[in-house]
């Protein structure tokens, strides 16, 4: 961990607590475009910029007006987010709609202020039943725009306003055997007091799938800093039972990567020192960014002497049970499968051409060194 890391975390950590970082009193030019840089890669510059401000180590310049102009965003984000929240919330009580806040609308609630915790879209769960219902409901009563299309887990919905709601009808992500526990969301529910419709994951279930979802993304590239960020905020500000999750993570097979996952929180925000896989999987989570990158989500796909093979091949010939996820109406006429095949490549030239390409770049120019510390890391973290 460099120095401009190490003063990262340590900003992160005090945005979100009570201390001032003594160690930022006084930062030259290049130290603060560094921090900008950084934190903007995971979105966090706007918790970084009020962390030096707290601390009054930002002067007057460019630095101060970087940062300044994410806070500003990051707040405009959240009370644009916050309304039509509220909207959807009012609308799925009044219609009778059991709904789930999942990720940003219930984890920000652990940050100092909840523009603290920003987020790109709105996640909600609904029941699979309900989800033709609740679109119809969207678009008729608050103009919302979606074409209805499901992903393997959730609808895409526009707001009138443009902001992007994500509608779960599961939270699943294709991945065994994680898939068997994320399938029972519902059973871990509970009701919130004066929203009848409104359901909460149980404190257990909120962390299980905060680190599911952590797993997900670092498989496909990347998690960013963020998630472990909430993790530890979720550690240290919630009361779980250790047994009830622990028995979630081992069903799932998460157990080694929950562990070492709690273990880099320490490295980060708590002072512990780093040993050997911490510090490889800080290399991984700093270098992808919010969303990951092509380059690790690759390499996690290859693995053996025919894994640029293998790799390229599942990329290009999705698997009836994936595919099926994509297109429901396979589920009842299986014999559509090549037909489908087919439609996938066209929409992935048409819509996902750049990605397509990049993916078969980094397939290609990946060295072995790389792909071996990738796996390497993989196997570590029981992935």
Known sequence: MDGTSRLFFNLLGQAVGDEICKAAEELSEQTLRELFLLSKKHDLAHLIGFSLEKAGALPEGKAKE???KEQMLALYRYRRMEYEYGRICALFEAEGIDYMPLKGAVLRALYPEPWMRTSCDIDLLIKEEQTDSAI????????????????????????????HLELHYNIKEELDPMDGVLLRVWDYALPEEGHPHRHLQSPEYLVFHQIAHAAYHFIKGGCGVRPLLDLWLLKKKTTFDEKKLAALLKEAGLSLFAKNLFLLTEVWFEGREHCPLTLEMEEYVLGAGVYGTVENAVAMGQEGENGKTHYLLSQIFMPYKKLKERYSVLK???????????????????????????????????????IKRVNTLKKELGL
């Open 66 to 68: 970087h940062f300044s």
């Open 332 to 370: 009842k006429h299986p014999l559509l499968f090549p037909f489908f095949t087919v439609y996938r490549w066209f929409k992935i030239l048409f819509s996902k051409k750049e990605l397509a390409l990049k993916t078969v770049q980094s397939n290609g120019k990946l060295s072995k060194d790389r």
């Open 136 to 163: 119809a409901l969207l678009k008729s009563k608050l103009n919302c725009k979606s074409d209805g299309q499901k992903t393997f887990h959730d609808v895409h919905v526009h707001t009138e306003s443009g902001v």
